[in-house]
């Protein structure tokens, strides 16, 4: 906890002021919500979160609900700002797109090149391989149901 120069009181807002108007004091000053409350938001400002039309009143429509209750909405001025905030992209938004789309055109550009004779060897050898194998396996299944037995998948 600080204590205030000017008045004594002991709080967590206390505000030391070094200059007025950009001319140096020849004796920094203190102040607290006791001594110079004008100077200080308001207290319901700063202890909990300000609702918004606590904060912005003149940024919401007050409307008197079926229950008799008090509802506030907010003004199609609030709402267009608003919804123009959330559209905008940020700059990290911005350059993480921008990297994403660098780093997309550099994969399609490796991936656009023209197999070597050697690659293309590989592939069908694979290819063929693989067929046998399964011609293979279907050749035992029809040769087990011939005979009358069922192997497993």
């Known amino acids: ?14 505000r030391t002021i070094f200059e007025i ?5 020849p004796v920094p000053l203190d102040e607290c919500p006791g001594c110079k409350p004008g100077s200080f938001e308001p207290r319901w400002w700063t202890e909990r979160g300000a609702m918004g039309w606590e904060a912005y009143p003149n ?15 907010a003004t199609d001025e609030l709402r267009a700002d608003t919804e123009a905030k959330i559209a ?15 780093r997309k055109r550099q994969a399609v550009a490796g991936a656009r090149r023209s197999l070597t ?32 037995l069922q192997l497993p998948n």
């Open 1 to 14: 906890m600080a204590v205030c120069g000017s008045c004594g009181r002991e709080g967590t807002r206390v």
């Open 21 to 25: 108007n950009g001319k140096p004091l």
């Open 59 to 73: 940024q919401y429509k007050a409307r008197r609900m079926p229950d008799g209750s008090v509802g506030y909405f």
């Open 88 to 102: 905008r992209e940020s700059e990290d938004d911005r350059r993480a797109r921008e990297n994403a789309i660098a």
């Open 117 to 148: 004779q050697g690659e293309q060897e590989s592939i069908i050898a694979k290819y063929r391989e693989q067929e046998a194998k399964g011609i293979e396996e279907r050749k035992a299944r029809l040769d087990a149901m011939a005979v009358g």
